[in-house]
């Protein structure tokens, strides 16, 4: 029988000599801003992805001259909290050493940096590394930034909470050397036969990129069913006692090709705290050792779940913790936006959410929003957390300095704008003109487009009412629009698909409803099916509950066989 031919991928991950590739060489080589097609690959395990200004690239390439390439790079900040000191540094950065002079927050509670020339690949690297804070890992095959939610309420929990999704994320670290060798100098080691260099990922690391994500109920900003792996916080007298597990979650799709499809995770049932780590490893050792290897679009968990069947994935995660899941705890799964504005904390400190339009940090006329934030960092005693739905919190600050804060918010136009529901529910990618994969526009569009949903609102009577609007450029699904109330992603320049119907607490995906449409057919749909939405709606019907009750779609209960369907 003749082997299985594997993808790409496999092969580079395997003669990589554990990620060192021919990096270091592209690094050192100034011909071009480019690395090795094969070294594209292994450097998004360092953190980073080779991108190039398509608004250039007809200019370019009529002057002979090759696209303007440059990096985005990505941090690791497990629950994205972060210090006011690691702050300045990371603001000194995005000043100094990138062409965009910007902090771009993601939808996975970290930051990135764009536009970074390859000869500052390293400085940055290094100028990161000064403050505890690194790439690997947070890019490439294998475990992700863990998210957890931010809550500014419930500090203690908060704290317990974010304590495992820190042990999560340092607990799944890539072992290999390479990082430490061609970014810090640090001496390169001779790897001995037989040595066991990366225990837990092997040689070949994961089949595929690996989300996890701790979410504390009520609040589901997470996003906790669209991960791999999530955790759901159980509570007792306000004291964290363990989690619901739910595995199987992922986003991402390929127009056209009905094998895949984004999907929602399952529940596994209740595991308690201590062993957290244990069923954690135990599912991804399980997704290294069955995942699809020879495809990559069909080989995220999602895939190896449906492929396998829930009860005997189920059975080997028991088997290698060799612990039994237990019926899963009843908890209540709410709201996903971000709680704007000053909230106090059980531990009497303050918490200020700040509203980020797409994410950007960055000075704009009449608003210098990365100015604003730098100037608290100098006086905040605290800590910074980025939010799951690109947002930033000023969060620990005692009464005596919440008016200094503030003042210093309004000043920058940190504060002061009226955000509607919708707005500050709502996210999107980046999308062009800097991602390769993107089809049509998102970060730069989405603020302008929802401004016209909103007077659509207003027109109907509800813009009181939020509504959970997601945007991307392709459908990798970045910003989770499979899971939006109304998801629009991008098909081509100017179009979008619109899918409707997903919960607004997040446990129902959406399903399509119109393909390939431009703004004008877009806003006529929604126009229509707000009209219906108000005269038909029931008592507290969110508007992705009455478009699936309404028969608009029909509710996706199982995305292998629904969400085409």
Known sequence: MSEKKLAVNEYLKTDSDYLRGTIQEGLDTAVTGAFSEGDQQLIKFHGFYQQDDRDLRNERKEQKLEPLYSFMLRARVAGGVCSPQQWLAVDEIASNLTSSNSIRLTTRQTFQYHGIPKRNLKTIIQDLDREALDSIAACGDVNRNVMCNPNPVESKLHQQAYAYAKQLSDNMLPHTKAYAEIWLDDEKL???????????????????????????????????????????????????VGFNMVAGGGMGSTHGEVATFPRLADDFGYIKAEDTLKFAEAVMTVQRDWGNRENRKLSRLKYTIVKHGYDAFKAEVEKRTGIKFEPKRDVVIGDRGDRYGWKQGVDDNWHLTLFIEGGRVKDLPGQPLQTGLREIAKIHQGDFRMTSNQNIIIAGVPAADKDKVEALARQHGLMGKLITETRGHSIACVALPTCALAMAEAERYFPDFLTKVEALQDKHGFLDQGIVIRMTGCPNGCARPFAAEIGLVGKAPGRYNLYLGASFEGTRLNKLYRENIQEAEILAELDNLFARYVSERETGETFGNYTVRSGVVTAVLDAAKDFHG
């Open 190 to 240: 001779v790897t001995t036969e037989g040595q066991e260099v990366e225990p837990v990922y092997g040689k070949t690391y994961l089949p595929r990129k690996f989300k996890m994500a701790v979410a504390v109920p009520p609040d589901n900003d997470v996003d906790v069913y669209t991960n791999d792996l999530g955790f759901v916080a159980v509570a007792e007298a306000g004291e964290l």
